[in-house]
């Protein structure tokens, strides 16, 4: 018997390629499971086969809990340390008992018991290979199409899969056809697919570019972001690290064929190559092709630019259905507010308007001085108040006098709102109206629930006396303090 689970083990790990570890303990639940059947109710069988001789010995096991015990698979602590006083709780009592033969179980049905946890061996063993592969491209046939899902088959019994939400749209697929995907994520499946492919991933467009222009992989050229509208028109942004290299020549080809042939691969996907720039506005600009950019106001608090184009092109800088303004939003991470030269006019005398009135009023100052500021850069009473005395000294028209008024009238403004802030927040709280209580009294009170007079009128002195910094003659102070307007009622 024991040279037949030998034998068993070896067929079984050279037909499946898994290892022998994974037989033998596949073994040892089939026959634990067969043994099982001889007994009553669900006990606890383990088997160990010698990995060397093939012999085995079954064993019954209970484990040993500090509570009553169901008798059939635990048994008390007390009468586990009769029989071996150094155990503990959570370990197993065992005795040996009787296994069905291996010849009963048969070779053939081992194979059927033990096929489960040679299916989880080979895809654990998939995962593992390609685990390390996530974020490459993967090449594969057609194998069957699900429901729209596209089932690839990668060769020795590998299968991946790519979601009708990840294919690129209306991409027309048969069985048989040679496809290509970014890897995207590799997971343990129990069943299924475990390789999980896209065709609408901006990184498939970034890789077809490395396989197809030499000089991106001998890193004379970088690719920096890419955005898809996936199908139909996509944007890749790149810069080159050499200067003798033209980026956008490099990535078209000769004659068009390299951008061609990754357009081919995409069906059809127009790819704007872009060049990329340090200067945020300036990549916005050439993000923007081929639409012409007339002006560009930068708002770095909220990220974003206001872009001014012709009357005439603002249709083409908006795209269809919005395509190009969203592509050039997506590849730059600016939020990009597209408009005409007029309307930027208007929105930006509008602005200057409201800029220059606050001066005017908070300052103190004439409309001159207020436009003056506006033109040097200022936009706020803060970069007035706290700019570098010398930089604000450098404005052609200001003297040093002036400066120091206009830097003292800025910071008295700032503090007065700021007294009146604090101030309004006392006064949303109605519990600082009461005499010995302070604003951090007020944050504590309000923990604990009493955020109103009313409340705190409700309150016991025992109540009062387990919060912080609250003695019990201060405590009933402020709850006769608060219950003074039932008394006037």
């Known amino acids: 018997m024991s040279k037949d689970i030998l034998l068993v083990v070896d067929a079984v790990s050279n037909e499946k390629g898994v290892s022998r ?28 086969i010698d990995r060397h001789t093939g012999e085995y010995q079954a064993f019954r096991r209970w484990q040993v809990v500090n509570s009553e015990a169901n008798e059939i698979t635990e048994i008390s602590l007390e009468d586990a340390r009769n029989k071996n006083a150094d155990i503990n709780e959570g370990e197993f009592v065992e005795e040996s008992i009787e296994s069905v033969s291996f010849g009963r179980i048969g070779a053939q049905t081992a194979k059927q018991v033990i096929v489960q946890k040679i299916r989880e061996a080979e895809r654990a063993k998939i995962v593992e290979n390609y685990k390390e592969r996530e974020g490459e491209l993967v090449n594969g046939v057609v194998k069957r199409i699900e429901r729209g899902n596209i089932i690839l088959d ?14 690129i749209p209306r991409e027309t697929v048969r069985l048989g056809d040679r496809l290509r995907g970014y890897l995207q994520s590799v ?35 970088e690719i920096i972001n890419a955005a898809r509208d996936p199908g139909l028109r996509s944007k890749i942004a790149v810069t080159a690290k050499d200067s003798r290299i033209d980026p956008v020549g490099a990535c078209v080809g000769m004659r068009g064929s390299r951008i061609q042939t990754i357009s081919n691969e995409l069906t059809g996907e127009r790819v704007d190559i872009i060049l990329w720039d340090e200067n945020p506005a300036q990549f916005v600009m050439n993000a923007m092709s081929p639409a012409e950019v007339v002006s560009i106001v930068v708002d770095e608090e909220t990220h974003s630019m206001d872009v001014a184009v012709k009357e005439e092109q603002l249709s083409q800088a908006i795209g269809r259905n919005g395509q190009n303004v969203r592509l050039a939003t997506e590849l730059t991470g600016w939020n990009l507010n ?11 005398e509008k602005e200057t308007t409201a800029i220059v009135q606050l001066f005017v009023k908070d300052l103190e100052v004439d409309e001159e001085i207020a436009e003056i500021l506006l033109q040097e850069g200022f936009s706020s009473l803060e970069e007035v108040a706290y700019v570098p005395f010398n930089e604000m000294l450098d404005i052609e028209e200001f003297d040093e006098e002036l400066v120091k008024e206009l830097r003292t009238r800025a910071k008295d403004t700032l503090l007065t709102r700021a007294i009146a802030n604090e101030e309004e927040v006392d006064k949303t709280n109605e519990l600082s109206t009461i005499d010995g209580i302070n604003q951090q009294l007020v944050q504590v009170l ?17 109540d009062l006396m387990v919060l912080d910094g609250i003695d019990e003659a201060n405590a009933g102070q402020l709850i006769m303090t608060a219950r003074a307007s039932w008394f006037d009622k």
């Open 21 to 48: 570890e994974v037989i033998f303990d596949a073994l040892e639940c089939a026959i634990a499971t067969a043994t099982k059947k001889s007994y009553d109710g669900n006990v606890n069988i383990y088997v160990h």
């Open 154 to 167: 990668l060769g020795e019994n590998v299968e991946a899969i790519i979601l009708r939400e990840e294919m």
């Open 187 to 221: 997971r343990f499946e129990p069943r299924g697919p475990q390789l999980f492919l896209s065709r609408i991933a901006p990184e498939l467009l970034i890789k077809l570019f490395d396989m197809e222009v030499p000089e991106i992989g001998e890193h004379f050229l």
């Open 338 to 348: 597209i408009m005409t030269e007029s309307q930027a006019s208007e929105k930006y």
């Open 446 to 462: 309000e923990k604990h629930g009493i955020v109103t007079i009313d409340d705190l009128a409700e309150q016991s002195v025992e």
